[in-house]
């Protein structure tokens, strides 16, 4: 009889059975380390995005040319979704005041609406939301009496029903 090494080399259907579940286990194995590997890389770079691909294979214990591999099937499969510049105007000679703004909107106005706030340099970004408000939009600028303009703008634009808003005091963390 042969040792297990592939699936051919198992004679009986019972030892092939054997060979089987013992390379399913191998595999479920590996893979399990793999997603630790990939936890420490995630980790790491959200430490210090700008860790080296070098640095980061000596901390994880495998080559440079890993290290890229895995980047590239955590963006396929989701997990890094983009590299973000968190930006200032005046690369941060100024703490800029940052609101959220929950809009509901006319029926069948998403599209427009989406589209004015889009050309609007001081919404930092825009997302469509379930439940009574259709939009969440984030917006950034300098002054108060500029933020208030802007609320007032968005709420004036043709389709948007209502609106409320919220001044962000402080962020405690961001992942």
Known sequence: MRPCGSLGACDRSQERRRCLIAEYRESRMA???DTTKDQQLLNILRDNA???LSDIAKELGV???TVQARLNRLESEGYITGYTIVSGIDSG???LLSAIILVELEVK???RVIAELKSIPQVASCHTLSGQYDLFVKIRCRLSSE???LIDRIAEL???RRTTSSILLARKFER
């Open 31 to 33: 893979r399990k380390a």
């Open 50 to 52: 700008r860790t080296s």
């Open 63 to 65: 080559t440079r040319t």
């Open 93 to 95: 000679a100024v703490e």
């Open 109 to 111: 106005t998403q599209s």
């Open 147 to 149: 933020l208030d303009s």
């Open 158 to 160: 043709d389709g948007v």
